[in-house]
Structures are given as C-alpha cells and as structure tokens.
C-alpha cells in the first residue's frame, strides 16, 4: 500500500474553458426506486413521467433480504460516547441501490446479501436472485460493463468483485473479498464496534474511478475506535485487472490535515474530478469528551481532487456548504452543477463546477427536506429527486418519509415540483409491522430509463 499525506487549499486554478453538456434526449419509460431497509426489507418501485418529473408509486417487491443500521445506541467506540441516533442515515452510505442496464441491485445489511432483480418496465420489476456479500453489512454498490463491487462495512471492512449477467441479473463472485484492514489505527487493533459499525467513522462508498479502478471512502481509517481524536479519513484506489476484474492492492490518500472530517460520498464531474462530500469539512471541532453536538461540529463541504494516475489524489479545492451533516452528493453535467443533501439543516446545497471556479452557489437551493438522505438526478439532467426519511423526535420531521422531486436550472437552481409519500409506511406503521419493533430507516435512490 502506497500512502500519500494530503494538504489543503482554498483556491482552485484552470485556464481551460468549459460548456455545460446538452440536455439529452428524453427516455420513453423511466422508473425511480428505493427500499424500506426493514428486517424484511422491499423495494419501492415508482413510474416516472419523464416531461414533468412526477412519481407514481407502483409496486412493492421482496428483497427476501434483511435491513439494518448502523451502530450508535450500543456499544460506541472506546472514545466516543454517542447519545442514542434516531434512525435518519441507517446506513451511512450512498449508492445503496443502484441500476445497472436491465438489472436492479440492492444491499441487505442485516443479513449480509445483495438481491438483484429483472426490470421489465417503469411499473414493474421481479425477484432474480440474492448472493452473499463476501463481508458483513454490505453498505454500497458499484457497476461498469457489467462488473460489479460491493463495498462491505462491517468488522475490518472489505470488497467483493462480481460479473453481473444481464441475461438473468445473476452475480458471480470474482475470487475472495479484498479487505480494507479497518482493525488499524493508533487507538486499537480492533475494531470497536465490530458489526454493525460505527456509522461516523466506517466506510461509505464504493465506486468506479474515470480510468476504470475502484475507489472507496473511509470515514475514520483504521476503524471507529478512533473517531474522532485520531480519525483520519482517507481514500483507497484500488487497481482493476482488465483481464480478470479483480482488486489488487490499494494506494491510500490520507486526509490528515482535517481529522474527524469523515469523507463520505463522491462523485466524478465532466474533467473527471473527484467531487467528495465531508461530513464535517474543516474536521470535528469540538471537544468529544462534551459528547456529540452537529451543531458545534463544523460545516459540512464538497472538496475536489484530482488524480495522479497511479491512484493517489490530491486536493485543488476546498468550499463549506454552509450547512451541517452534509453527507450525499449528485453531480449533473447537463448544467455542470453540483448537489449536496444537508440532513442537520433540511437542505440541498447547489454548487457550480465550470473547470474555472468552483464555488457554492445557493446552500439552501432546496429547503424543507426532513432530513435529506440520496439524491439522484434524472438521465437528462431535469429533474433531482431527494428521499426524505422524517424520522419522529427530530425537529420537523413527522414520521412520513417522501421522495421530493425538483426541477432543475442551468444556473443550479431548484425548484419543488411533488413530494410523494405514497408507498411509504409512516415510522409508527413500520414499528407495529415488526415483531420486535425495529425501525431501521429508509435509504437509496436510483433511476432507470430506456
């Protein structure tokens, strides 16, 4: 493993002259999708209008699958006592869910599966397959030409390559899981908690780099048990065999400067950047032995990086989002912007990344969102669409999750369109369908189009 040391700056320089990507052509059938993440966990399929944006909830289907959340009322780090979390982010993650041709795929992280399925039109998909995970609590999924990666989050964190079939959606395991050694670290050479993990400090995201390698965030390297004193985030490049699609090694860039900063989500713009959220973008800056308070946390931020060509990133630019606990991101390339999902203050935040300034457009472009989790925006750039967990006993939130949808502009803008709740059970209907009670919380977007 190769590791790089990165440092900040706040300014940004290009003498390369951008234009936004053409509106493409809008699709003939399109569907949005989503799941409950309960102990018997289902996907939400909902028919899209694609002039308007507007949902309409169509069906409900079986992961067969179990949901989870992360850790946080039990067993926190040895460092880092949490109060007890309502369920808004079960997961801590993004891309959950995610459409890869004619397939479905989602994570179940309480029973340590992937379920797949056919999708056969905007109203209807079917059951195809489930497969293990190769690790516990799988968080997140990638896909390219039909390779697939699963990001495992729990005890040391792993990888685990697939070859997804679209003939039947099935998934064949590339060789044994590759693992991430989160048992390291300078406070503890073991994980604490083990499974589920600690949702501030695990890891987030996996997904495909430009050239084709995988790439992964880490909230805290080294595992939980460091969060925050000694949590240094980081990213892991893992290099790709074209031949076989398997994981070789990982070069690591460490975010020392910031600790605590939690890299999160991330998305690539049209220069092929990395655009990355941080969930507190200047690091955690308060005293952790006074417990947990977002509000004296620190301002969420997008920073962008670029690439080496060997797998190490260095960091060009830095921009606060004005907001707390910012944690998911969507890149549009239509109009070259960049949306960020705010869950401590109910807002999507709008940036502009032209090649020669990035900078916060609007903090509050969207507002009203009881604690916006994914965001995806549609093929043709129009619409984002924003889930909405509202989870009882947070300011606003009523208990009725909804998917919001916005119209988009070229100078980032938003504008509501819908907010739907159809589908959606409300907290206390998901809590009295459990035997025991569990309420694990919603999570995931992804769109499909033809």
Known sequence: TSTTTTTSTTTTTSTTTTTAAPRVATPTGSALYTMTNQPDNEILVYSRDVSDGQLTFAQSVSTTGSGSTIAGNGGPPTNFALPPLPAVDPLTSQSAILVAGDCLLNVNAGSNEVSTFRIHSSIEIEFAGIFGSGG??????????????????????SIQGYT????NCGLRPIGDAVELDQGGGPTSAEVTPFNPPFGVASPAQVGFTPDGNILVTVKA???????????????????????????????????????????????????????????????????????????????????????????DYTEVSRTSTEQFLTCWIEYVPQNHCVYTSNSGFASVSAFTVDGQADALVDSRAGTGVAGPLDLVASPDGNFLYVLSPSVLGLPGHTGQPSVVVYQTADDCGLEQVQAIE????TEEARRDADPNGVLNGVLGLAVWSV
């Open 136 to 157: 516990l609590f799988p968080v997140s999924i990638a896909e390219r030409d039909d390779l697939v990666y699963v990001l495992n989050g729990g005890g040391n964190g």
């Open 164 to 167: 997804l079939s679209q003939f």
């Open 221 to 311: 390297l080294g595992g939980g048990q460091n969060y925050p004193l000694a949590a240094v985030g980081g990213l892991l490049v893992f290099p790709i065999d074209p031949a076989t699609g398997a994981a070789g090694h990982p070069h690591t860039t460490e975010i020392t400067d910031r600790p605590g900063s939690a890299p999160f989500a991330f998305d690539f713009d049209h220069d092929g950047r990395l655009l990355l959220i941080e969930l507190f973008g200047e690091g955690y800056l308060v005293d952790p032995s006074n417990g947990f308070n977002n509000l004296e946390a620190g301002f969420g931020g997008l920073s962008v990086w670029e690439a080496d060509g060997i797998g």
């Open 422 to 425: 159809d589908g959606f059970d």
